[in-house]
């Protein structure tokens, strides 16, 4: 045990004579490479041993933070209809593989990772039936892109992670966007169902009145009567030129009037 502590203090201190030490910044890695074999190493923040006969690569220096993209794109299902979809995946350079990612400028890099997720979600999204399929899953199709492109090969049988020099972090569907004329026909499907709501609406509070105006003449009105009424004043009809037509006694004409002029207060108080 003993000599192996010793070996180990020699090979320290060897390498302290035959190497100096540096600094790379939080968050920061560079590439080294060997000037003797051509071989190069990444090395991420911290202090590292540097021999004589490795230099920095030229503009190899990195920034190692989290970037976030977005793109919009249009696939087709099995049964042919086109649905959109938006796609968000964050990614960071790889420590270990600086020398895959410096290969690629950002625009490039970028731009080839964004056909492959592509890809294979267009031939995710074949697989299913129809948008309503894809509806009711796209919270679950993110996550499958994820495992499928971290299995991918690239041409020359690397990963496309390691291809890229990337660790892909994350990849989601932050929502299914729907073609603009199922938009429309949702649009106009809940502007009849607010109408529909409110005739109802309407329709039950006329009712109430109409019963109202029943009481209000000692029974004496029949409902259907009230209810034309009702129907007249809310049509903004004449009502004192049509009130006549009812075979209604005078006296019962000016209590109609009267009762009309209340309306605004118990429409308030059906509201409330």
């Not at 029943?214 to 409902?223: F, H």
């Amino acid at each position: 045990m003993t000599w192996l502590l010793v070996v180990v203090i020699l090979a320290l201190i060897a390498c302290s004579v035959v190497s100096t030490l540096m600094q790379v910044p939080a968050y920061t890695a560079v590439l080294l490479e060997n000037r003797i074999s051509g071989s190069v190493r990444s090395i991420g923040p911290g202090i590292h041993f540097i021999f004589p006969w490795e230099k920095i690569v030229p503009n190899s220096e990195t920034v190692i933070k989290k970037s976030s993209h977005l793109f919009p794109a249009d696939f087709e299902t099995k049964n042919h209809k086109v649905i959109s979809l938006k796609v968000a995946f964050d990614l960071i350079p790889d420590v270990n593989n600086l020398r895959g990612y410096i290969a690629f400028d950002e625009r490039t890099r970028i731009a080839g990772i964004t056909e492959r997720i592509k890809s294979i979600l267009s031939n995710l999204i074949r697989e299913m039936k129809d948008r309503e399929e894809v509806m009711a899953k796209f919270k679950e199709i993110g996550p499958r892109v994820k495992d499928i492109f971290e299995q991918t090969l690239s041409e020359d049988g690397k990963r496309l992670e390691y291809y890229y020099g990337i660790d892909l972090k994350v990849l989601m569907i932050p929502d299914v966007e729907l073609p603009k004329e199922l938009k429309e026909a949702s649009i106009r499907q809940e502007a009849t169902k607010k109408d529909n709501e409110t005739r109802k609406l309407e329709m039950t509070n006329m009712k109430k009145m109409a019963m109202d105006l029943v009481k209000a003449s000692g029974g004496t009105m029949p409902l259907e009567v009230a209810m034309e009424i009702m129907q007249l004043q809310f049509g903004k009809g004449n009502v004192k030129k049509e009130l006549h037509r009812f075979g209604l006694d005078r006296g019962t004409q000016e209590m109609v009037l009267k009762f009309l002029e209340k309306i605004p207060e118990l429409i308030n108080a059906f509201r409330s």
